[in-house]
């Protein structure tokens, strides 16, 4: 059973920083892609940013590009997203996904993990 977890939210300032991880387990995962995503009260989910496990290959939506790093632990399983320069517009609820690398549609989803940046 794939289970995604993911930690490291909270408050913060705004132009402060917080590392979110995402530990996964019940496969392997090396034809996978990770992705983080995040929802705002009252707003759809949207696409934070992606990796591929095995090549390493990353993507950002435009608005975090240059601020946040995603990246990956294959010994420990983990995919991080590390987010710096923080904005009020970044508050929501930053969900941890992995697909195959093969489909466009993500299936695994972990149970999200609140940030909010105050002004």
């Known amino acids: 059973q794939v289970q995604l977890v993911e930690s490291g939210g909270g408050l913060v300032q705004a132009g402060g920083s917080l590392r979110l991880s995402c530990a996964a387990s019940g496969r392997t995962f090396s034809n996978y892609v990770m992705g983080w995503f995040r929802q705002a009260p009252g707003k759809e989910r949207e696409f934070v940013a992606s990796i591929s496990w095995s090549g390493g290959s990353t993507l950002y939506r435009d608005s975090v590009k240059g601020r946040s790093t995603i990246s990956r632990d294959s010994a420990k399983n983990t995919v991080y997203l590390q987010m710096n320069s923080l904005k009020p517009e970044d508050t929501g609820v930053y969900y941890c996904?992995?697909?195959?690398?093969?489909?466009?549609?993500?299936?695994?989803w972990g149970q999200g993990t609140q940030v909010t940046v105050s002004s």
């Open positions: 996904a992995a697909r195959n690398k093969f489909q466009a549609k993500y299936d695994y």
